[in-house]
């Protein structure tokens, strides 16, 4: 039994097919589901005897990993698995898979809009107009502007090619610096400190872990120029909201493009809620129709390769093949 708990995705759709041709049972248990029948995740996976989850972004605690004996694969649509507690999967010999790069042309051109909107202010003016205002206030071209890449991954790799085809100077950092990309592009390769008081637009591609929570914090925040802007499509513990709300009401930034945040939804009382120049979209960056087909076909592929014996791509964490026990 393949249990689906990733939102977008239905019955009958390309994943359902997939599975299904590949000869197992499927059970959909999407946040939707779950509501109508008032069902826990931990519930969902213990009723179903789920052998593999094509998952979402719910959190995979312990207790829904325990919930089904014979749970082998836990497979996120997605680069993220923050969301999944994946020691505790691996005691159980249950894999863990992501799907990264799935979704990086999508969450590049999502930064992309974010830092034309940020540099032209046209959800402000688009607000305006829609007030019945007329306004007309200068902004700036990306062309001659420095961007920031902070983690040069997938993502953050396909965001400087993009900033350079715009004629954007780019500068980044990265604790395993790809030297041939830097070679091949010009990328100026910098510690944090001299990205962050250099670029006129900051961009964070990093996973969250216990080194990079709050990483940029109120230091980091005020290394930055009173002129850019931050960016964060990563994950939303990666930057201190406090700090970046003392940050914006002093006028210390011109202002922050954020698709992720500490909570999700972003809570009603955020004092980022108050600032005109904050954008807080609502983790939307990978979600366009290409990027979740491709990512959500190929977590079930890993799920498939896992029930069917073979060693799945992306494993996060590679102790699995030590831990595995055979499949029932």
């Not at 959800?123 to 007030?131: G, I, L, M, T």
């Not at 980044?172 to 990205?195: R, Y």
């Not at 791509?313 to 590679?318: A, Q, R, S």
């Amino acid at each position: 039994m393949v249990l689906v708990t990733t939102a977008y995705l239905d019955p009958g759709g390309e994943v359902d097919r997939l599975l299904r041709e590949a000869g197992f049972r499927t059970v959909f248990a999407r946040p939707s589901d779950r509501r109508a029948t008032e069902r826990s995740l931990a519930a969902a996976v213990g009723d179903a005897g789920a052998a593999g989850i094509v998952a979402g972004t719910d959190p995979f605690t312990a207790e829904v990993i325990e919930a089904s004996p014979a749970l082998r694969v836990i497979a996120r649509c997605g680069a993220g698995y923050d969301n999944v507690d994946v020691a505790a999967a691996t005691r159980r010999g249950v894999a863990v898979t992501h799907t990264p790069g799935a979704n990086r042309q999508s969450v590049a051109e999502h930064v992309l809009g974010l830092m034309v909107s940020c540099a032209r202010g046209i959800p402000q003016s688009v607000a305006d107009v829609r007030a019945g205002g007329w306004s007309q206030p200068s902004g700036r071209e990306l062309a001659g502007a420095t961007l920031g890449v902070v983690g040069l991954g997938s993502i953050g790799r396909t965001v400087a090619r993009l900033g350079l085809a715009l004629g954007m100077r780019v500068v980044g950092h990265d604790p395993h610096l790809d030297t041939e990309f830097l070679d091949e592009t010009g990328v100026t390769a910098l510690p944090l400190e001299g990205v962050l008081g250099e670029a006129d637009f900051v961009t964070l591609h990093l996973a969250l872990d216990a080194s990079t929570r709050h990483l940029i914090d109120a230091a980091a925040l005020r290394r930055m120029r009173p002129g850019a802007y931050l960016i964060n499509t990563a994950r939303g513990g990666i930057v201190d909201e406090e700090a970046l709300a003392d940050v914006i009401a002093a006028g210390e930034l011109a202002g922050a493009a954020l698709d992720v945040t500490e909570r999700e939804p972003l809570p009603a009382d955020s004092r980022l809620r108050a600032f005109a120049n904050v954008l807080v979209t609502g983790h939307i960056a990978g979600a366009t129709a290409e990027a979740r087909s491709r990512s959500s076909l190929a977590a079930a592929r890993q799920v498939v390769d896992v029930l069917s014996g073979r060693a799945p791509g992306h494993l996060v964490d590679p102790g699995w093949a030590a831990a595995r026990v055979e499949v029932r």
